[in-house]
T-cell receptor
Framework: QQPVQSPQAVILREGEDAVINCSSS?????VHWYRQKHGEAPVFLMI?????EQKGHDKISASFNEKKQQSSLYLTASQLSYSGTYFC?????????????FGKGTRLHILP | EAQVTQNPRYLITVTGKKLTVTCSQN?????MSWYRQDPGLGLRQIYY???????DKGDVPEGYKVSRKEKRNFPLILESPSPNQTSLYFC????????????FGQGTRLTVV
C-alpha cells in the first residue's frame, strides 16, 4: 500500500511554485514529508496528523485531506536550495501498525 | 551534536560473506528503523524497533536480521548477502514510534558481488 506521489519529476525556474501530491488507497492517520538531496540522508520537513491541518515551514507548506486520503506539499517561490527528491511517508489508520510507508519520491530540480 | 551514525559508509563484499552494518544514535531515542533505498522504489522499511529487545519486521525483511540490545545501537545483519541486497541503506531514529521527526544516518552503500 505504498502511497503514490505525483508528479514523478518536475523542473522549475527559481521563483516558481510547485505542488507535490501524495495519495493513498488506505485511510491515513498521518503524513510525513522529507527532502533528500543527492548523496545525502533524507531530512525531515513536517508531519501532518489526522484532522485536515495545514502546516508551514518557511515557504514550504502542506495540507492533509483525510477524506481524500491525500496530502499536498506546496513550495512557494522556489529557491535553488529546494532541489532534491521529496518523499511522503504515510501511517495508515485506523489500526496503527507502527510503520511508515514511503512513496517513490518526486524529483524536483530548480534552475537559476 | 545530535546524530545517527552508520558504519561503514561504503562496503563491497562477496556473496555469502556475513556482514554487519552498525547504527548508533546519541539522542536517547526509543524508536529505530532500517530502510533500503533503490532507484525508482523509494525508501522501504526493513526492520524497526520500538525499544530495547523489541523488534519487528518492516516491508522487506527477508535476508536481514537486527538486534536491539542497547537503546543507542541497532545493527543490521546480513547473514548471507546476495547481489539483490546491493542497495543504499539508511538507519533512522525518533523519540517516539510515530508522529515525530525521524533522524537519518548518512547511509551505507552496499555492493554484493
Amino acid at each position: 500500500q505504498q502511497p503514490v506521489q505525483s508528479p514523478q519529476a518536475v523542473i522549475l525556474r527559481e521563483g516558481e511554485d510547485a505542488v507535490i501530491n501524495c495519495s493513498s488507497s488506505k485511510a491515513l492517520y498521518s503524513v510525513h514529508w522529507y527532502r533528500q538531496k543527492h548523496g545525502e540522508a533524507p531530512v525531515f520537513l513536517m508531519i501532518l496528523l489526522k484532522g485536515g491541518e495545514q502546516k508551514g515551514h518557511d515557504k514550504i507548506s502542506a495540507s492533509f485531506n483525510e477524506k481524500k486520503q491525500q496530502s499536498s506539499l506546496y513550495l512557494t517561490a522556489s529557491q535553488l536550495s529546494y532541489s532534491g527528491t521529496y518523499f511522503c511517508g504515510t501511517e495508515q489508520a485506523p489500526n496503527r501498525d507502527d510503520k511508515i510507508i514511503f512513496g517513490k519520491g518526486t524529483r524536483l530540480h530548480i534552475l537559476p | 551534536e545530535a546524530q545517527v551514525t552508520q558504519n561503514p559508509r561504503y562496503l563491497i563484499t562477496v556473496t555469502g560473506k556475513k556482514l554487519t552494518v552498525t547504527c548508533s544514535q546519541n539522542m536517547n531515542h526509543e524508536y529505530m528503523s532500517w530502510y533500503r533505498q533503490d532507484p525508482g522504489l523509494g525508501l522501504r522499511q526493513i526492520y524497526y524497533s520500538m525499544n530495547v529487545e523489541v523488534t519487528d519486521k518492516g516491508d522487506v525483511p527477508e535476508g536481514y536480521k537486527v538486534s536491539r540490545k542497547e537503546k543507542r545501537n541497532f545493527p543490521l545483519i546480513l547473514e548471507s548477502p546476495s547481489p539483490n541486497q546491493t542497495s543504499l541503506y539508511f538507519c533512522a531514529s525518533s523519540s517516539e514510534f510515530m508522529n515525530t521527526e525521524a533522524f537519518f544516518g548518512q547511509g551505507t552503500r552496499l555492493t554484493v558481488v
